[in-house]
């Protein structure tokens, strides 16, 4: 009998110590987008404080590790977005994150809702591109993703297609949710020491949102730019090698039939 409760009175003791750790946690990894009281933002990001599917230990682990997309309900709110799954938290951290939400679930939220930031998406374009450096040293969105219609080849490939990313990732105030706090690996990994600021966050939504409701550009619009540019390019190298072929030593044999045509 004494066996069966060692488990129980381990557990009873660890849980105060797993909500500690998982509200680290939750601050490292969740209250970019979900808040820090795990408030949310209306029609954007669902709240977790007050949440029942909070206190469903498997199904945030799961959620935590695999991401998930909407639609779904909360407290009579539909939320449509996407939650990108984040591996880079262990199952054991994830569960940790639990532990905290399950002492979060039996109350309100604590204050206010944020306000959602309004971006100037003029300013959002410029920094995508490029043409204007972010204040913290960060690569442009160019170089690893690309929108339909911008930009002369479209931009890089490593990363997913941004055109309809205000549609996927829950509005401006998703967007700028996620963009100040990453929860993808490898854009966290390349923003490490170098954040958006909240105004660059929210002009580079305002921006995606803007590009979303626009009538989107053909594939073969970049098949034409791509021609274009190798034509471009081979011009560039028929004229190099024709300069170098000009100013190459001269052999014995040209040099006599110059003097000769003399």
């Given at each position: 009998?004494?066996?069966?409760?060692?488990?129980?009175?381990?557990?009873?003791l660890?849980?105060?110590?797993?909500?500690?750790?998982?509200?680290?946690?939750?601050?490292?990894?969740?209250?970019?987008?979900?808040?820090?009281?795990?408030?949310?933002?209306?029609?954007?990001?669902?709240?977790?404080?007050?949440?029942?599917?909070?206190?469903?230990?498997?199904?945030?682990v799961?959620?935590?590790?695999?991401?998930l997309?909407?639609?779904?309900?909360?407290?009579?709110?539909?939320?449509?977005?996407?939650?990108?799954?984040?591996?880079?938290?262990?199952?054991?951290?994830?569960?940790?994150?639990?532990?905290?939400?399950?002492?979060?679930?039996?109350?309100?939220?604590?204050?206010?809702?944020?306000?959602?930031?309004?971006?100037?998406?003029?300013?959002?374009?410029?920094?995508?591109?490029?043409?204007?450096?972010?204040?913290?040293?960060?690569?442009?969105?160019?170089?690893c993703?690309?929108?339909?219609?911008?930009?002369?080849?479209?931009?890089?490939?490593?990363?997913?297609?941004?055109?309809?990313?205000?549609?996927?990732?829950?509005g401006?105030?998703?967007?700028?949710?996620?963009?100040?706090?990453?929860?993808?690996?490898?854009?966290?990994?390349?923003?490490?020491?170098?954040?958006?600021?909240?105004?660059?966050?929210?002009?580079?939504?305002a921006?995606?949102?803007?590009?979303?409701?626009?009538?989107?550009?053909?594939?073969?619009?970049?098949?034409?730019?791509?021609?274009?540019?190798?034509?471009?390019?081979?011009?560039?190298?028929?004229?190099?090698?024709?300069?170098?072929?000009?100013?190459?030593?001269?052999?014995?044999?040209?040099?006599?039939?110059?003097?000769?045509?003399?």
């Amino acid at each position: 009998m004494k066996r069966r409760l060692y488990p129980l009175v381990l557990a009873f003791l660890l849980a105060p110590t797993l909500a500690q750790e998982g509200k680290a946690l939750y601050g490292q990894f969740c209250a970019g987008c979900h808040g820090a009281e795990a408030q949310g933002i209306p029609g954007a990001i669902p709240p977790l404080a007050g949440n029942p599917r909070a206190l469903d230990e498997t199904h945030v682990v799961q959620v935590v590790r695999q991401g998930l997309s909407g639609p779904l309900e909360v407290g009579g709110v539909t939320y449509n977005g996407v939650m990108p799954p984040m591996p880079q938290v262990s199952e054991a951290q994830a569960r940790a994150i639990a532990q905290y939400l399950k002492g979060l679930s039996g109350a309100e939220p604590q204050g206010p809702a944020p306000v959602a930031t309004q971006g100037d998406p003029a300013l959002g374009r410029a920094l995508y591109l490029g043409q204007r450096p972010l204040q913290n040293g960060g690569a442009p969105c160019q170089a690893c993703h690309t929108v339909a219609g911008l930009g002369f080849l479209g931009g890089g490939s490593l990363g997913k297609d941004l055109t309809d990313a205000a549609k996927r990732l829950g509005g401006e105030a998703g967007l700028t949710a996620l963009l100040t706090n990453p929860a993808f690996p490898v854009m966290r990994e390349a923003y490490k020491g170098k954040p958006l600021t909240e105004a660059e966050a929210a002009a580079l939504a305002a921006f995606l949102v803007q590009v979303s409701q626009e009538t989107p550009r053909p594939s073969s619009l970049y098949l034409g730019r791509f021609l274009v540019a190798g034509v471009f390019l081979l011009g560039l190298l028929l004229i190099y090698q024709a300069a170098v072929w000009q100013l190459r030593p001269k052999s014995l044999a040209e040099r006599i039939r110059s003097q000769l045509r003399r």
